[in-house]
């Protein structure tokens, strides 16, 4: 009973915030924003995301080092990364979202002009690291052209290596990222991806079921933490999309209601 009066009190908040607020379009409803709400917290708040960051740049630092010891020219090794929340830290987008009842891709151009992310922990560390040694550094992003040089101007703020601006590979046609992926296999060995969701590393995953997702990752166990290195991203990605089947025209009200029927419990009925 304790847990079900907290909840309605918040729906309760959230309404009378929402009703105050003047001029913001709101285009989700209060179930499916609580879903984003725990989501963000664990994001902004947990020190388990923070360690969880730190781990996963402990272990590309490692695979770094690996790598150098038996390149003969470290100029020609390559890593990958992502930027968006393996680089780059968005969760205020995702906490305004909350705040003012929005849904992506509102707010998202303001964002990213204001240049204000902050780092993940352990990646700036990380990417010095590699750039001092000399290995090349692609950041490839589905980010958008128009957002080239906020992006830029939010990395070199945090002191991330850029090493030129061909090495900052936004989205153009396609959301997938082999076609760049490939281009700088043409001229380098690519000894890392880094990421947060799945098609950051091979296109295998492309709209792809919940339950082939699953089977793929166990095919490709051998790849995390070897070649493939994951950041954690409770917000959004792939794994949610694949949930309602990647139909985006769906209303937030029935997305939520294909989320709690995937939801895995066991028989134990206590208010019966």
């Not at 009973?1 to 709101?26: A, E, H, N």
């Not at 947060?196 to 709209?207: I, R």
Request: aromatic share 10%; charged share 25%; with cysteine.
């Amino acid at each position: 009973m304790r847990r079900v009066s907290y909840s309605l009190i918040l729906i309760v908040i959230l309404i009378l915030v929402s009703s105050c607020r003047v001029g913001i379009k709101t285009t989700t409803d209060i179930n499916y924003q609580q879903q984003l709400l725990a989501a963000t917290l664990f994001q902004q708040c947990a020190a388990e995301m923070k360690a969880l960051s730190y781990q996963a740049y402990n272990i590309a630092g490692m695979r770094l080092e690996e790598a150098l010891k038996e390149a003969n020219d470290p100029h020609h090794l390559a890593v990958i990364l992502d930027l968006d929340e393996t680089v780059l830290d968005n969760s205020p987008h995702s906490g305004q979202s909350i705040i003012d009842r929005f849904s992506f891709p509102i707010g998202w151009d303001e964002w990213c002009y204001k240049a204000e992310a902050k780092a993940l922990p352990g990646a700036v560390d990380f990417l010095k690291k590699a750039d001092k040694a000399g290995v090349q550094i692609f950041y490839i992003t589905n980010r958008e052209e128009k957002h080239r040089e906020a992006t830029k101007e939010n990395l070199l703020k945090l002191e991330v290596p850029v090493q030129s601006d061909n090495h900052l590979m936004f989205k153009t046609v396609t959301s997938s990222k082999r076609e760049r992926q490939m281009k700088v296999s043409e001229n380098y060995e690519i000894i890392m991806l880094i990421g947060d969701n799945l098609t950051d590393f091979t296109p295998l995953y492309d709209k792809q079921s919940v339950e082939q997702r699953d089977k793929l990752t166990d095919s490709l166990k051998i790849e995390f933490g070897n070649r493939f290195i994951v950041l954690p991203n409770t917000m959004y990605g792939d794994w949610m999309s694949a949930i309602h089947n990647f139909n985006f025209s769906l209303s937030d009200s029935l997305k939520t209601v294909i989320f709690n029927d995937r939801i895995k419990g066991f028989n134990f009925h206590p208010n019966e």
